[in-house]
């Protein structure tokens, strides 16, 4: 069963422009939600996780247990957050990540 | 800053050979994990590593995979008689508790021909 879901295979917007990746999850229990980036030619990075409940980079994401969501935003999309953003749970008491497929991000000028 | 290391960057190899594919984790950690991204599709866990014991595993890695840490810095991840379907990018990473950012290394690109 597909625990983590991202709708969005591509996602293009203008630098300056609000920018959200969805991503929705399914998890019966009480699931630990992250965002990891992947810029061009390097390798898989933590941006930020529910538990954390901070900013990074502009980005920051809600965890919405109601609508089982875990969306990321940020207000100002710059050049440089182009990239592919993966959404990724980890069950309570468990040790591996589910990732979503992913979306890539393109910001352009 | 330390960082998960990979060997080799790409491995390429005939259907039917053995492979093992190389990690040196971030020394202070603890567990250990291999994940693998088949091309267009999305990263998939494979099986975690803890106090030289498997903690968990998905019902890809089957008796095909084994994992070692065969001395106090490497970890590796052996694929025996491999299949065209194991071509892909595998991952390694590494956390220093369960509940702490998991740190990946840059990939190992397997191609089985």
């Known amino acids: 069963a597909q625990r983590v879901t991202q709708p969005e295979k591509l996602l293009s917007v203008f630098k300056g422009a609000p920018v959200e990746l969805k991503c929705n999850y399914s998890y019966s229990g009480s699931p630990e939600l992250f965002w990891y980036v992947q810029y061009s030619r390097q390798r898989l990075q933590l941006l930020l996780r529910?538990?954390s409940r901070e900013s990074i980079k502009g980005f920051t994401a809600d965890l919405n247990k109601g609508e089982t969501s875990f969306h990321l935003k940020k207000p100002f999309a710059q050049e440089e957050d182009s990239a592919m953003y993966y959404c990724a749970l980890r069950e309570d008491s468990g040790y591996a990540l589910n990732f979503g497929k992913g979306t890539s991000l393109l910001v352009t000028p | 800053e330390p960082e998960v290391t990979q060997t080799p960057s790409h491995q390429v190899t005939q259907m039917g050979q053995e492979v093992i594919l190389r990690c040196v984790p971030i020394s202070n950690h603890l567990y250990f994990y291999w994940y693998r991204q088949i091309l267009g599709q999305k990263v998939e866990f494979l099986v975690s590593f803890y106090n030289n014991e498997i903690s968990e595993k998905s019902e890809i890695f089957d008796d095909q995979f084994s994992v070692e840490r065969p001395d106090g810095s490497n970890f590796t991840l052996k694929i025996r008689s491999t299949k065209l379907e194991d071509s892909a990018m595998y991952f390694c990473a590494s956390s220093s508790g369960t509940s702490n950012e998991q740190f990946f290394g840059p990939g190992t690109r397997l191609t089985v021909l």
């Open positions: 529910h538990i």
